[in-house]
């Protein structure tokens, strides 16, 4: 038993950060946070909302998902340098006369 209700169909973590757009806390109860996901074969948005134990817990994963945020958006930033940098070389590539 994972010691979640049997009517919840996820537990955190079940999303890849590429599927998360949205994560925050709540600022009337610590103990509870939520994210937004594409989720499902039609990648439709929906809103996952979860309560921990503690406040600690909570903010906990909150700020380890921002800092996901964090690395994803540099790796896709560098990802798209390097690409412009390939195109770039590529252009000047095919400008290019062999000699013979």
């Known amino acids: 038993s994972s010691g979640h209700p049997a009517e919840w169909p996820l537990r955190p973590g079940e999303h890849t950060i590429f599927k998360v ?23 439709t ?10 406040k600690s817990q909570a903010l906990r994963v909150v700020r380890t998902m921002g800092q996901a945020f964090e690395v994803v958006h540099k790796l896709q930033k560098q990802k798209e340098s390097n690409k412009a940098k390939k195109e770039k070389s590529t252009d ?5 006369i062999p000699l013979l």
Request: charged share 30%; proline share 3%.
């Open 45 to 54: 948005f929906k809103c996952y909302v979860f309560k921990a134990k503690k």
């Open 21 to 43: 757009f949205y994560v925050s806390h709540d600022s009337q109860d610590l103990k509870i946070f939520s994210y937004i996901a594409r989720d499902g074969p039609d990648n």
């Open 92 to 96: 000047c590539d095919s400008a290019l």
